[in-house]
């Protein structure tokens, strides 16, 4: 069973939806013993760092979380969802993340338009599980001002954007993050949550 | 490298889709699902439901055409006509949209762009601005009511209002285009850029495949939108990205 975690950070239905196209049933909720249950996490998000995470602590689920990701159950964070998987995020405020990925999450630094908004190639870095189903080249679906600055052993993917290198996929052992949105990145979103559905025993 | 979007749009009226659609095999022409499902097979970028009915009266339709879009769709959805407050945003967000387009409120109360903005995100936030050049072809006016109405407002001073309220993207219709077919408004979507910073969409004039060439090689806008076009299955989404990339323009294709 795939659970997204329900915190409060904008519509998990998508979320929900785009595995229910892939004959997937994702169960949403922030009920501690039903994520203690799941066989793959899935953390979303839409919104801001500082909000993501007061809630987190609010529904009490950074000790679950944790606790799962020791029991190395694969966690997968999308957009805001990743960025809290770092250490830390300068969205709004100074914020502690999660804490399970190295680096740090900041305004990107570009010549370009911010918001980073609409679809890009992803550019791969190393190997992973995650995109196994698709190739390098492959168009996905991006809405973001911030960005991660992963460590380079974490770093899986990534996409030009003007003049810099924006961080796309990132991963550590079953702990992985997606900046952009494979809930609305048509036929390659679909094959990265299969990826991860696949991940999940 | 960021894609240029082709985004198809669907005029709806009491949930069904107005303009003529004759796809093949299609079992209810009328249907904005079926279509919208259509377009996204052939690779639309995002999909836009404009109702124009513009009132929320009847919001149970709304809900349930914008619920069930969002379950079939894997793109974004764009919603727009009619929006007057956060309540309608919050209606629209939570049946499952990804963005909002305001027009007529945006201009009536500026405030909400920003509200709308500070509580969902600018990402969400479309403004969608129809403009008419003035008769003495001294820059352009902003017009509201579909068009019927002139505010006398500037347009290049009210786009980078929107940009500063928080407005993640302008849809900028040329009504001196809109409907005549005969390729985008190049002058008015320059005049536009040259002052903002967020995405701009072209919208109004989109008669055959090269129009949408033509305006992303001689403007720097981010997406086309287009209906007649596809709507009468005269080029496939398709059709347009091949075109598009014979001529150099980054486009995302089924390959």
């Known amino acids: ?201 | 490298m960021l894609a240029k979007r082709i985004i198809p749009c669907l005029d709806i009226k009491d949930g069904k889709v107005v303009k003529g659609v004759n796809f093949e095999g299609l079992k209810d022409v009328g249907d904005p699902i079926e279509i919208a499902k259509r377009y996204d097979q052939q690779c639309a970028d995002e999909v836009v439901f404009l109702d124009i009915t513009a009132t929320y009266e009847n919001r149970d339709i709304i809900k349930d055409l914008i619920q069930r879009a969002a379950s079939e769709l894997s793109i974004p959805l764009t919603v727009g006509g009619g929006i007057r407050s956060l309540d309608d945003f919050r209606m629209i967000l939570s049946s499952g949209a990804d963005k909002v387009s305001i027009n007529s409120a945006a201009i009536q109360h500026p405030g909400l762009i920003k509200q709308a903005a500070d509580e969902f995100g600018v990402q969400c936030v479309v403004v969608a601005v129809d403009a008419k050049k003035r008769k003495d072809d001294d820059g352009y006016d902003v017009y509201i009511a579909g068009g019927r109405k002139n505010t006398g407002i500037d347009l290049l001073k009210w786009v980078q209002q929107c940009e500063q309220l928080g407005a993640g993207e302008i849809l900028l219709t040329s009504m001196d285009k809109d409907g005549t077919r005969d390729g985008f408004d190049i002058e008015m979507l320059n005049a536009v850029l040259d002052v903002v910073s967020i995405p701009v969409i072209a919208s109004g004039g989109c008669g055959d495949k090269e129009d949408i060439v033509e305006v992303f090689e001689k403007t720097n806008c981010d997406g086309a939108l287009a209906a007649s076009l596809f709507h009468y299955q005269e080029a496939t989404i398709d059709d347009v990205k091949a075109l598009c990339a014979q001529h150099h323009i980054p486009v995302r294709r089924n390959l």
């Open chain 1, 1 to 201: 069973m795939i659970v997204i975690v329900d915190y409060n950070v904008g519509n998990l239905m998508s979320v929900q939806n785009a595995f229910l196209r892939i004959g997937v049933e994702a169960v949403v909720s922030r009920d501690i013993e039903v994520i203690r249950q799941a066989k793959g996490i899935v953390l979303p998000g839409v919104g801001t760092f500082p909000v993501a995470m007061e809630n987190l602590i609010k529904y009490q689920l950074i000790d679950v979380l944790q606790e799962r990701k020791e029991a190395g159950i694969p966690i997968l964070g999308i957009c805001l969802g990743m960025q809290i998987l770092f250490e830390k995020g300068y969205e709004v405020q100074e914020t502690q993340g999660l804490r399970f990925l190295k680096g740090e999450v900041k305004l990107m630094n570009v010549s370009e338009k911010i918001p980073h908004m609409g679809w890009n190639e992803l550019m791969f870095v190393k190997k992973h599980p995650l995109i196994q189903n698709i190739k390098e080249g492959d168009y996905v679906y991006f809405v973001h001002s911030y960005m991660a600055f992963p460590s380079d052993d974490e770093l899986v993917a990534y996409c030009e954007y003007g003049d810099q290198k924006i961080t796309a996929i990132v991963a550590k052992d079953h702990v992985m993050g997606c900046q952009f949105h494979p809930e609305k990145s048509g036929a390659i979103g679909q094959k990265i949550l299969l990826a991860f559905k696949e991940m999940v025993q």
